[in-house]
């Protein structure tokens, strides 16, 4: 079983919309949890890092929360625009180890 | 400034081939990982290196060699393909403290 688990699998919404992501994970213990962005046929690039004592981070449009203690991090995109398509993914570190969940593929439709 | 640069972008091995995967940054880090990234699987490590002329096995080696002579530098070998390499796979390096920075991946398919 993935320590890192995302949901949904794939989300399709309008752009404009606001969605958010779940990332639950049972590593432990850890040193920060990552969200990436993947575009189609690239290579993942980070949005944001939070350590164990921080619970929220924002970057322009996206927003992540973390819970230490449920072990539950989401990503909030809020007015979604067509660029924003992509795989979302939560990578939960340990010092040197880190563990990739699959990715939430994020839609976003005219 | 390039980032971290991959080489090929795709390529088809028969079974039994074998062949290199270079990865190439310029950003000075010491870190720098290769990963193989499957439908429906995060990210998965396949050898990482702290530092030039050092190498170490991360969650599935097996079937891969690597090798760090220059630092700018992380190489991954196939020896001998086999269809379940077939993958894409992604090359990212960092420092200490920043977050990855990743290839675009190389698309490998074994025939």
């Known amino acids: 079983k993935n320590q890192v688990e995302q949901s949904p699998q794939s989300l399709i919404i309008l752009e404009g919309k606001n969605c958010t992501l779940q990332?639950?994970?049972?590593?432990?213990?850890?040193?920060?949890l990552r969200w990436y962005k993947q575009d189609t046929g690239r290579g993942p690039v980070s949005l944001t890092i939070?350590?164990?004592?921080?619970n929220t981070k924002s970057n322009g449009r996206y927003t992540a929360t973390l819970d230490a203690d449920t072990k539950q991090s989401s990503l909030h995109i809020t007015a979604s625009q067509l660029s924003d398509s992509a795989s979302y993914i939560c990578?939960?570190?340990?010092?040197?180890?880190?563990?990739f969940g699959a990715g939430t593929r994020l839609t976003v439709k005219p | 400034n390039a980032g971290v640069t991959q080489t090929p972008k795709f390529r088809v091995l028969k079974t039994g081939q074998s062949m290199t995967l270079l990865c190439a940054q310029d950003?000075?880090?010491?870190?720098m990982y290769w990963y193989r990234q499957d439908p429906g699987m995060g990210l998965r490590l396949i050898h990482y290196?702290?530092?030039?002329?050092?190498?170490a096995k991360g969650e599935v080696p097996d079937g891969y060699n690597v090798s760090r002579l220059k630092k700018q530098n992380f190489l991954l070998g196939l020896e001998s393909a086999a269809p379940s390499q077939t993958s894409v796979y992604f090359c990212?390096?960092?420092?200490?403290?920043?977050?990855?920075?990743f290839g675009d991946g190389t698309r490998l398919s074994i025939l």
């Open positions: 990578v939960v570190s340990q010092k040197v180890r880190k563990r």
């Open positions: 990212a390096s960092s420092s200490r403290v920043q977050p990855q920075h």
């Open positions: 990332c639950n994970y049972t590593v432990s213990p850890f040193s920060n």
């Open positions: 950003m000075n880090h010491e870190y």
């Open positions: 939070m350590t164990f004592s921080e």
């Open positions: 290196s702290v530092g030039e002329g050092t190498t």
